[in-house]
C-alpha cells in the first residue's frame, strides 16, 4: 500500500488499529465557529474528521478553510474533494494548498449533481472523474509531477482515499468498481451507510474473494437513525440506499421520544457485528448534525480510547 505519509488516520490503520473516522459539514457562512465547535465535541473519540464539499450541492464555507480550522485545533482532517466544479488546474491547486498546511488526507469524489442543490443553473465541470482525481493526487505526490509534466516543488503528502456503495444496482459491478478505485491508487476507503448487513458482509466476501482487503483500508459507513421517519425517508427516497424492512419495523415499534436512542443502539450493535468481519479496517461515523452522540456511539462499541500512534 505505497509511500507513508503523516497522516493519523494512516498510522493508526497501518498499526492495525480499527480507526474511527467521523464527518463534520461546513457552515452556510463565513463564521466558523458552528464547525470548530463539532470538531471540539469528537475529538478524543476518532482519529480524523471529514470535511464535505459543498454536499448536495449546497453553497457552504468550503471544505479546504474548514479543514484549515480544524487542523489549527489540533485535529486530523480529511478534505473531501469533489470534481463536480473545478477543472485540473483548481484541483491540483487546492490539493497544494491542502498539502501547505499539512492537510494529509484526501477523499476524491466526484458530487452531487448541482440540480440537487441551491444553484441549479450551476455548470457541473467534470473534467476530472474521481477516479481520475485519485490517479492525479497519486501522480503528484509519487512521482512529484503535475498532470502537464512539470516537477513539484514540495509534492503533496496525502493518504488518498475515495467512497464505494456496496448496496448500489447493478450488485454485481460493486466489487469490480472497487478494484477500479483501489488500481487508481485509492489507499482507503469510506462506505455508503450501512443498514443492510447481509449485504455488506456479501460484498466483503467478494472483496475478500479478489484479495483487495490486503490492497486497501475498509472503513464501514454508520449513520445512526434519528427516527422512523428518517428511516423511511432513506429506505424509500434516497438512491443506493438499503434500508431493510425489519429496521423500520423495529424504530415504528417503539414510542417517538424513544426512537433516537433505539436507533443510537441498532448503530452500535451494527458496529459490534461489523468490527467480526475480516476486512473491516473500521468506521466512518456519519451522525449528521448529530455529531454530538459520536463520543457514545464510539465508546460503546469498544473503541474508546483511541491509540496513540
Keep these: ?49 471529514n470535511i464535505t464539499d459543498n454536499q448536495t450541492s449546497m453553497t457552504r464555507l468550503s471544505s479546504l478553510a474548514a479543514c484549515i480550522h480544524l487542523k489549527l485545533a489540533g485535529l486530523d482532517p480529511v478534505l473531501q474533494m469533489v470534481t463536480r466544479d473545478r477543472n485540473r488546474i483548481a484541483l491540483q491547486s487546492d490539493i497544494l494548498g ?44 509519487d512521482e512529484g509531477k503535475f498532470l502537464g509534466g512539470d516537477d513539484i516543488n514540495g ?50 466476501k467478494g472483496v475478500r474473494e479478489r484479495g483487495l482487503h490486503e490492497k486497501v483500508f475498509i472503513l464501514a459507513g454508520m449513520t445512526p437513525m434519528k427516527s422512523a421517519g428518517m428511516a423511511k425517508f432513506m429506505k424509500n427516497r434516497v438512491p443506493g440506499m438499503d434500508v431493510p424492512d425489519e429496521i423500520v419495523k423495529r424504530l415504528s415499534g417503539v414510542e417517538k421520544k424513544q426512537q433516537a436512542q433505539e436507533g443510537i443502539d441498532i448503530c452500535v450493535e451494527s458496529m459490534q457485528r461489523l468490527k467480526e ?13 448529530w455529531e454530538e452522540k459520536v463520543p457514545e456511539i464510539v465508546e460503546r462499541s469498544g473503541l474508546y480510547p483511541r491509540p496513540d500512534v
Design 277 to 289: 468481519i475480516e476486512g473491516v479496517a473500521g468506521f466512518h461515523v456519519m451522525a449528521i448534525e
Design 155 to 204: 509534492p503533496p503528502d496525502m493518504f488518498v482515499g475515495a467512497a464505494a456503495n456496496p448496496f448500489a444496482d447493478p450488485f454485481e459491478i460493486r466489487v469490480p468498481r472497487l478494484a477500479k478505485k483501489v488500481a487508481c491508487g485509492a489507499e482507503f476507503i469510506q462506505t455508503q451507510c450501512i443498514y443492510n448487513l447481509d449485504r455488506f458482509e456479501e460484498w466483503m
Design 98 to 141: 491542502a498539502a501547505s498546511f499539512d492537510i494529509n488526507n484526501i477523499l476524491c469524489l466526484s458530487g452531487d449533481h448541482q440540480s440537487f442543490g441551491d444553484c441549479a443553473q450551476g455548470q457541473n465541470v467534470h473534467d476530472l472523474d474521481s477516479m481520475q482525481l485519485i490517479q492525479t493526487v497519486r501522480h503528484m505526490r
Design 1 to 49: 500500500m505505497s509511500n507513508k505519509t503523516s497522516s493519523k488516520l494512516e498510522k493508526v490503520l497501518r498499526s492495525g488499529h480499527l480507526a474511527v473516522t467521523s464527518e463534520c459539514g461546513p457552515p452556510r457562512g463565513s463564521d466558523p465557529e458552528a464547525v470548530k465547535k463539532k470538531g471540539e465535541m469528537i475529538k478524543e473519540y476518532v482519529d480524523s474528521v
